[in-house]
């Protein structure tokens, strides 16, 4: 008897029994299940939920597995054992054994605490509210080790995966209703609630947490100093990275926003295969655009010159904003969160052009919260339903004029 | 209960649950989003209400068959001020840091909704000893669910209770923070206070089947 009868007949077993939904879930997450719809209208399409979240996940995986070669780069970069990357996207300093073995260590605990979690919530509030367990959280819980900086505590993350889940999904009523999205929700937890791990210029590379505290013990030892882009043009000094070095990734950050390269080889794979909106990436991209070209001119007609706190971000090169920081990621992995951007074309496009120009505004103005997509997303988050009203009310207007022109 | 009769004692313990001004009416929420990231702060703002509503409608309901209708928010308006500045004196006269942490929002006791609330809806229509009932009784179910936010909110927020350090002290590393716990400094941003406030209230409605509402 293979495994797919005996959860079939597990499934039977507990029909209608408060652990049902629990085996129905094990039993489609691995197989397709026998049942077919009978009677009634139905759509007959290859992609069901299960297909969709996999499509996603697999756009993820490049950045997960980049990530992790990456955390043992900036490590070892850090202390110094290594020199920093001198070719191009395939240079040997950077895929060596030993980077991908640090990172996968700190890694893989967070992919595992994080879906732990996340799953066991879910499968909790599924058998109380007696419904079927939903596929939602299997993105959430891919996207939220890549967006935590490498040295979070893990109790950390699942107190914050835990409130993410409930208070940003289970209360609204499960996968499909929820507000805000919950990645980022678990996000803006961590950032408000732990702050000293989550922003700064300490957290973003493994061990500098670490080594700072020896050093303050009285051991003599160099600082690892893991300050992002965001932070050094904040506060006004010179980039210590080339563009090709940010294109690539090759630097400090989140676990998985480093490399805008493959978030856009990612992104262009969800655009393919239709699950990613177009409109909201490339609107995104606009509103960027145009909120960093009118700070470029800004600084270039004089109005606020480098003693203002300010320039440091206001004068950095427009396409600039584009590869630092989270704003790729959550462009292309969080604005286009299907259940909570915008559902009609128009608002599409309003919604992701407001994404892309708040993150920008926020990134700058707000120094103490540099990561500016991640609030301008749960911003417009909350008001895709207002956009997508105005939308549907416009076009209602409109016809309502062309059928008493018709009538008249 | 041998001192309240039955329907009395309902006018006290109602509005401590099924019938709660914070958690089922949802009123007075800006005091509790304001001020309960301690738990002192929260149990001074609770007695403060218990009193000014308690004496506030008693006032108001010897008072309630000479208040010409047309004027009567304004004589509500007097009787909640002048019970306010008595608090708010109090306060500075005998607690003047605590006075401090809650700054404006014991003058803002005045605008509290459910303190006219409970004028306009109880105290105009019924006698003194049971306006004093219900004003106790609503000030409690008030002060309840501060109390509760307030105990959360502090011991998650800063590790401590009425200022005593409960989890251990965070700069020492001692007690839980030896093991690395840390505090959440989300728990003190208002926010968050919206999020407990919302929890009780979510607790409660699913435990209440009266409470639920079908759509």
Not at chain 1, 51 to 68: E, K, Q, S, W
Request: net charge positive; hydrophobic share 50%; glycine share 10%.
């Amino acid at each position: 008897m293979n495994l797919k009868t005996r959860l079939n007949i597990l499934k039977r077993k507990y029909r209608g029994s408060k652990m049902a939904p629990a085996f129905n879930a094990i039993h489609t997450f691995l197989y397709l299940p026998n049942e077919t719809t009978r009677g009634g209208t139905h759509i007959k399409a290859a992609d069901d939920l299960k297909r969709t979240m996999n499509t996603v996940i697999m756009a993820m995986v490049p950045c997960l597995i980049f990530g992790m070669f990456n955390a043992g780069y900036q490590h070892y970069l850090a202390v110094g054992n290594i020199q920093a990357v001198s070719g191009g996207f395939l240079s040997a300093e950077f895929w060596t054994l030993d980077n991908f073995m640090v990172g996968f260590w700190k890694i893989l605990p967070l992919v595992i605490v994080s879906y732990g979690v996340g799953l066991a919530i879910e499968f909790l509030f599924a058998v109380i509210k007696k419904h079927e367990v939903e596929e939602g959280y299997l993105v959430t819980g891919m996207l939220v080790p890549l967006i935590v900086p490498v040295d979070i505590p893990l109790w950390m993350l699942a107190v914050a995966v835990a409130f993410g889940v409930v208070i940003g999904k289970e209360v609204f009523g499960g996968t499909g209703m929820n507000i805000l999205n919950p990645a980022l929700t678990i996000r803006a937890f961590l950032f408000f609630a732990y702050p000293t791990w989550m922003s700064g210029d300490k957290v973003w590379v493994h061990g500098a947490v670490d080594r700072d505290q020896a050093i303050a013990a009285g051991q003599n030892l160099d600082a690892i100093s893991g300050e992002t882009i965001l932070g050094s043009l904040a506060q006004g000094k010179e980039m210590a990275y080339s563009t090709a070095e940010m294109f690539l990734g090759f630097i400090p950050g989140s676990v998985g926003e480093t490399s805008t390269l493959l978030i856009l080889l990612g992104g262009l794979f969800l655009i393919f295969t239709k699950i990613g909106s177009w409109r909201i990436m490339l609107s995104s991209v606009l509103g960027a655009i145009v909120m960093g070209l009118i700070f470029n001119q800004v600084t270039a007609s004089g109005w606020i010159t480098d003693t203002s706190k300010f320039y440091g971000l206001m004068s950095a090169p427009y396409w600039e904003h584009l590869i630092i920081g989270g704003f790729a990621f959550g462009t292309v992995f969080m604005a286009t969160d299907p259940v909570t951007a915008s559902q009609t074309n128009k608002g599409k496009w309003i919604y992701g052009f407001l994404v892309g120009f708040i993150s920008i505004l926020i990134r700058v103005f707000n120094p103490a919260y540099p990561e500016g997509v991640m609030l301008a997303i749960l911003l417009m988050n909350v008001f895709a339903p207002t956009i997508d009203h105005y939308v549907v009310q416009a076009n209602v207007k409109k016809r309502m004029k062309r059928l008493k022109a018709k009538v008249a | 209960m041998g001192l309240l009769s039955k329907k009395d004692s309902k006018l006290i313990l109602d509005p401590l649950a099924d019938n709660n001004p914070i958690t089922i009416q949802v009123l007075g929420i800006c005091s509790a989003l304001a001020i309960t990231a301690e738990l002192k702060a929260s149990i001074v703002m609770a007695v403060s209400v218990l009193f000014v509503l308690g004496i506030g409608n008693v006032v108001i309901s010897l008072m309630r068959n000479i208040i010409p209708s047309k004027i009567r928010i304004i004589v509500q308006l007097v009787v909640v001020a002048a019970l306010v500045i008595i608090v708010d004196l109090v306060l500075k006269a005998f607690a003047y840091e605590l006075s401090k942490t809650l700054s404006v929002f014991v003058g803002l006791i005045i605008t509290n909704c459910i303190i006219m609330g409970r004028f306009e809806a109880f105290a105009l229509g019924n006698g003194p000893w049971r306006s004093f009932l219900d004003g106790i009784g609503n000030a409690a179910g008030y002060g309840a669910i501060l109390i509760v936010v307030g105990f959360f909110r502090e011991l998650l927020g800063s590790g401590t209770l009425l200022g005593f350090k409960v989890l251990g002290d965070p700069i020492e590393k001692t007690g839980l923070y030896a093991i690395g716990y840390e505090n959440n400094g989300f728990m003190l941003l208002s926010p968050m206070a919206l999020i407990v406030v919302g929890i009780i209230i979510w607790v409660q409605r699913s435990r209440n089947k009266a409470l639920i509402e079908d759509h």
